[in-house]
């Protein structure tokens, strides 16, 4: 397998401007995240779905952020308007999870896409 | 609130020192993940632990997760410069869900 997919791997845009962020997870995976990484504040996470469907989305900052997965092997993180305080890397992760079942809750990290918004 | 507390936030060792870094959590620990992650990279898995005083290796890395399930620590032996990098631990949380800490910056000195 080849491993969570991301892309792009690096992102310039200007201030205003729509980014969409995009991500494969690994076949089979049931969850998928979204995180945003910066020096002051860690690692996120800014929502997260099961089987395709969003559980979670009260990490996402503002109504400028949506994310959609239409399928199992594809989701989209969108950023409208984009603006400075958005630069960031951008993780999306995978996992097996089953249920309560914390031992199956290992993630799978992709590379990253590192926004840069000027 | 910070719900897992990691120290300290950055160390530098030379390379041969050992060293130890610590994650507290507010609430019983039911699962804990160990991450590496190189600059400009993902977060690799390195170690999850479950029960309370559990401990595990892996080369020169051994994690521990206490009796009462509230604090982890991460050992590395004779550190080398291939450690350097960001540790971070996450908490299991609902279903799927990992709440991590906010990462321990690692510099070996060769």
């Known amino acids: 397998d080849a491993g969570v997919i991301q892309s792009p791997r690096h992102e310039v845009t200007e201030m205003g401007q729509e980014v969409t962020l995009r991500c494969k997870p690994i076949?089979?995976?049931?969850?998928l995240f979204w995180y945003r990484q910066t020096m002051m504040r860690g690692l996120e996470l800014l929502i997260y779905f099961n089987n395709n469907v969003p559980i979670d989305d009260s990490g996402m900052p503002e109504d400028r952020f949506s994310a959609k997965m239409p399928n199992a092997s594809f989701s989209t993180l969108k950023i409208q308007p984009s603006e400075p305080r958005d630069s960031a890397v951008y993780f999306c992760?995978?996992?097996?999870?089953?249920?309560?079942?914390?031992?199956?809750?290992?993630?799978?990290f992709g590379p990253g896409t590192r926004l840069t918004v000027t | 609130s910070q719900e897992l507390e990691q120290s300290p936030q950055s160390l530098i060792v030379q390379e041969g020192k050992n060293l130890t870094i610590n994650c507290t959590s507010s609430?019983?620990?039911?699962?804990l993940y160990w991450y590496k992650q190189k600059y400009g990279e993902g977060l690799i898995f390195l170690m999850m632990l479950q029960k309370g005083g559990e401990e595990k290796s892996h080369e020169k890395i051994t994690a521990k997760l206490d009796e009462k399930k509230q604090q982890s620590s991460l050992h590395i032996t004779a550190s080398q410069p291939s450690h350097a990098g960001i540790y971070l631990c996450g908490a299991a949380r609902l279903y799927g869900k990992l709440t991590f800490g906010q990462g321990t910056i690692l510099t070996v000195h060769p």
């Open positions: 609430k019983t620990l039911y699962g």
């Open positions: 076949s089979g995976h049931d969850y």
């Open positions: 992760a995978s996992s097996p999870a089953k249920g309560a079942t914390p031992s199956s809750y290992e993630q799978y």
